[in-house]
C-alpha cells in the first residue's frame, strides 16, 4: 500500500517532451500514471487502491486543484496546444469525471472516462508561461454529498489520472502528432493483413493464422465451432480481401470538421480502440488456433502413421554425394555471383536454411521470448517439407532451431531423414526433454544441442520452467548410447540464476560424453542479464571450468564478451532473489484459454479493418478496392520428387558462365559485397510455413507452402530489401544491427572473389550508418 503524506495540494514537476513529441504512459513518468484525488475529508488520509502498478502516488484533497509544472524547452511566442492524457480512476462508479483543466487564463473542462485514457487538447497562450515553467491546474468537478459516502466509494471515488504530457508549438504540429498516431495503426494493420506496401503474393500474418485456425477448427468437427462464423466474416470482409486503404488526411480542414471530437480526445481514442481491437482479434485466433491445435493431438508425437507417403519417398531417393557436392558448390558460386552482381532476384538457391519443425513448446523458460507471447502452434506440414525437399539439394547447411521444441514434432524423424539423402550438414537445438521418444532421428543429425542451463536440478528447473532435469540428464546418456559418433554439445545461456553453475556444467558435459559447451549471455529479460560486478566472478569460474573441460576432453566456446556485463543498475549478485524473481514470473505462453473462455472473449470482440466511420473526414468508408481477393491456395503438390541432378549440374554450369561473363562486362565499380550478406546467404522458415526476413526481424517475407522455396527468395520484399544493401537507403533494423549474421558467409564470399581476381566495393564493413565508413 502506498503512503501518502501531504495534505493539500501537490505540484509535479515533470519534465517535458520536446514540442510535437508524446509517448505512452508506459515510457514517461517513471512507467507511472500520475494519481490525482481528491476526498472531500480535506486532510485525512484515505486508504489507496492496491495493484495499480503506480509507484507514486499523490493526493489531491479539498477543493484545492492539484498542479502540474512542466518545464519546457524554450517558449512558444505562438498560441501552442496541451494534450493531456487523462483518464478516471477505476471502475465501479459508470459515470465518467468531469475535470476542469486550467492553464494561465485558458480553461477546458472535459469529461474523462473512468475506464480508458483520452487525450485532451488545451490551447496555450503564451502568456500562460512563467518562464519556462508552465503550471497546469486541475480540479474535478465530482461532489459527494458527505464524507461516509465518499469513504465508502474508495477506491473508486478518485477523481483523475495523468501520464503522457505533451506540448505541441501550434495546431499544426499538433494535427501533426494525431497523423502519426494513425498512420502507426495504419501500419500495423498493413503489416498484419497487406505485409506493409510491398506486394508480396503474401497477406502478412494474421491471414496465414487466420486460416490455420480455420482448418484446425474445421478439423475438429465439435469444439470450437462458434468461431468459425466470425473468422469467416473477417475472411470475407471485402476491405480486407483489398489491400490498405482508406488515409485521412488531418489538416487544417479536418479540423473544421472534427475540431470537437479532436479536441475532446475521441479521435485518439477511436485510433486507439481501433488498434486494440485489431490486436485482440490477432490474440484471439492465435488462442483459438492454439486451444484447436491441443485438441487436435498436434503437441504429441503420437503413434507412428502406418501408411506415410512422405517417407516413402524420401527413403527412395538416391544421388550419389560427390555429385550432391558438386552441385551445392556450384550453386554457392552462382549465389556469390549474384550478389556482386547486385541481382535482387536469384536464380540460385539460398544455400542455408533455418527451420523451425514445431512452434510448440512444452516448456516455458523465463529468459525465452516465446514464453513472454502468445504464439501460434504449428508444425510444419508435408506440403511445406515438400517445397523445401524441391531446393534440397541445394543446401548445404541447415539449422532445425526456431522458437519451439523441435523434437514435439511428429515429422522430425522425415526431415532428418531428408538431410541425410541430400547430404546437407545439420545441427538441431533441443530442450532435451523427449530425446528418448526421438532417438533415431536426433541420431541421423551431425550436431545435437541440448539447451542445459544448470549444474543442479533447482537451477536448471527454474531458468527452463517445465524441465526434469533428471530426465534430461537420462536422454543425454541414452543418445550417446546409441549414436556415438555425432557431436553433442551443451547450449548453455548464462544468466544470474546459473552462473556460479558454469563449472558445474562442465563437468556434467565431461561425465557425459559430451563434446562442446558454448556459453552465452542471456538477452532480453533484465533482471538475469549479467553485471559488471559479476565478471570478476564470472572470469574466475572460467577458469576452472576452463581446467574441467581440459581434463574432459570437453571444448568450451565463450560468447560472453566483456560487453555483456551490464554496467546499469548493477548490484550484488544475489541468486536466490533472482530465482524468486523468475519462479514468481508468470507466462501466456503456458495459459491456453478454455473453450468457453475463448467463447466469451470473441463475443465481445470489436473487429474492424478501419476506424469508425465518423472518424474519416466524409463520415464514411472509403470503397473497398475492386478485385480484392483472399490469401491464395496452399499449391498442392504432387507427393513426387523428379530431380535429374546431371540437367541441374548442367544448368548451373550455364548460369555460372553467364554471371561470369556480366561480371566481366560491369563496371567496377558495380561489384560490391553487400552491407549484410545474410539475405543471400541464409533464410529462416517458421513452422506455419513462412519465411522471415533475417535472423534479427520478424518480418513476414512469404509463405512457402503457397509459394516454394524460391517464390518467396525472390517475393517483392526480399528484394526490395536486397536492392537497399549496396545504397545509402538501408532499412533502420539494418542501421542498427549488430548480428555477426549480417557477414553470414562473408570469408567464403571473400576467397571466392580473390579466386578471381576481382577487388569488389566491401559494403558489408559498413558501421553505424549506410554510405559511410
Ligand atoms: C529458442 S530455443 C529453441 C530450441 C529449443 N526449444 C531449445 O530450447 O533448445 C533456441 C536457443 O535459444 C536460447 N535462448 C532462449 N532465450 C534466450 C535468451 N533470452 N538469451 C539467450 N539465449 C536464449 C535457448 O536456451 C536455446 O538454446
Ligand atoms: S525449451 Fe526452448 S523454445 Fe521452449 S521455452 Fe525453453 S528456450 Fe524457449
Redesign the pocket.
Known sequence: MASMTSSASETFEIPMLPFGETRTPEDYLGGAWHRLWRSRTSGRLLSAPEGTGTPRIEYWCGAEPARLRLRVDGVPSAPSVLALNLRGVWTGVAAPVRIRVRVGDSEESFEVDRREAQTKLVQVPPSAFRGDLLVVELQADEAWEDVDEAEAALPFALACEVSAVAIHADTNACLAWVQSEYDAVRRYRDELFDCGVSKLGDRGQILDKLLLTLGHLEALGAEGQFAIPTLQRVLDDPHVQGRGSGEIRFDESYLLSHGRELREGLVMQAIRKWRAGMEAFHTSIVKLGNRAFLARGEHRLGAPREEDALRELVDGISIPAPKLQGLKERNDLLNTLELLLQRDELQSVVPSLEI?MSSF?N?A?V????SWYSFQFARQSDQQLLQVLRVMPYLRHITI??????TTSDRLEVFARMTQVFDVETRI????SKIHEQLDALSRFDKV???F?GGTAATFETQ?RGAKFDRVLRNIRLLRERAPDIEIAF???V?RINLLEVPLIVQHAADLGVDHVAL??????DE?RLRASDQKVFEKLLTEAKRIAKAGRVTLQVNVIPEDFSVIDDKPLDVQATRDFANGLDFPSLTVPSWSELERSLSGMEFCYHPPTWVFPDGRWPDPPPGGRRAEPVAELPMAFDFDIDAALEQLDSKIASARQALADAEPSGVQIPYCLSIWKYTYMHANGKNRLCPQVFTDVGNVARHGMQGVTNGEKNRAVRRTMYGGDLLDHCKRCLDPYRRWGHDRVAEQVRKMGLKPLDRSRYSVTHGGR
Do not use: I, K, Q
Not at 529468459?367 to 516465446?370: A, K, L, Q, T, W
Not at 537445438?429 to 532435451?432: A, D, E, K, L
Open positions: 523451425e513448446c516448456y523458460c529468459m525465452c521470448g516465446r532451431a526456431g522458437v519451439g521444441e523441435n537445438f533441443t530442450n532435451g544441442c541440448v539447451s542451463d527452463r547450449s548453455t545461456v544468466s552465452s549471455p542471456v538477452w532480453e529479460v538475469l
